[in-house]
């Protein structure tokens, strides 16, 4: 059978970026595909942060929405916004070659961190992790697609902005004042941009699955199984990074409190072939020292 496969995805510029470079792939390989972008609730709603939003997947609800309804035939997303749990009959068929994992700190000129800073990011995650380092610090809310984020920057009193490196770098956007926060651990899977499809979509699913890079599927496999196990959604402040060297995967992990003040974190390395369950293993030694209890304290804050 040949059939047009119809690529779901984000409009903003980075999210197209991403479905071009799948579009580009598969057209490589014989198959003809047609973009749909479509807008998402993350981007339409801009003055409140993710948290407070209610859900998790907030980015990839409406293109699971358009995939159910036979608008679309898959989806290409970054890995960091897609939930853990994927919705009834939607699988995960390919995980591309991860690209650079960092955050990076953007900034208009040299910062002095000893001094008082205001530093921007969307993430609990990116706020925890910088609050732990510099207490002194004051972190406020930045919202919107890259090219919004770059901009609110530039027109605001802000010593710097967070952003993944990843991203920035895809669309040529990467600026000459920049610092790599190589201290700062990850959203599990950052960097990697993963595609899904119809369970019972058996074209789509194999066409999809020649894209797959096993070594990104594995790291990022136990990157979410840690964050999964600790059931922080895609909101709390939970870090994870695994890398293959050699025959054994490396891992870190992290939970923090919104405040930054507490910080539970594990690093372990276990055999490549034995990487399943070893990110629910990793989480579950965070939840028995202390997490399982900072994890209620987050919701509770959080409500």
Known sequence: ??????????????????????????????????????????????????????ITGIFTKTLDVAMITGTVDIAVHSMKDVPTQLPNGIVQTAVLE???????LVTKSKVYFESPCTIATGSLRRQAQWLHRYPNHKVVDLRGNVNTRLQKLKDND???????????????LLPADF????????????GA?????????????????????YNS?????????????????????????AEIIDDEIYF????????????????KKVLTSQYKGFGKEC?????????????????????
């Open 179 to 190: 610092i790599d926060l190589n201290w700062m651990l990850p959203a599990p899977a950052q």
């Open 217 to 241: 599927e594995i790291c990022t496999y136990m990157e979410r199984e840690f964050l999964r196990t600790l059931e922080g959604g895609c909101t709390a402040p939970i870090g994870a990074f």
């Open 1 to 54: 059978m040949k059939k047009t496969i119809r690529i779901g995805t984000r409009d903003s510029e980075l999210a197209l970026w991403q479905a071009n470079t799948v579009k580009s792939k598969l057209e490589n390989l014989g198959y003809t595909t047609q973009l749909v972008p479509v807008k998402s609730e993350g981007d339409l709603v801009l003055d409140k942060p993710l948290y407070e939003m209610g």
């Open 252 to 267: 870190k992990g992290c939970l923090f409190s919104i405040d930054g003040k507490t910080k539970i974190d594990i690093e």
């Open 158 to 172: 802000w010593q710097g902005a967070i952003f993944a490196k990843a991203g920035l770098q895809r669309i040529n």
């Open 98 to 104: 991860r690209a650079s994992s960092e955050d990076i």
């Open 193 to 213: 941009m993963v595609v899904v499809a119809l369970e019972e979509d058996e074209f789509c699913k194999e066409a999809t699955s020649k894209l797959n890079d």
């Open 283 to 303: 989480a579950k030694f965070i939840l028995q020292n202390g997490g399982s209890e900072l994890m209620i304290s987050i919701k509770n804050e959080m409500k």
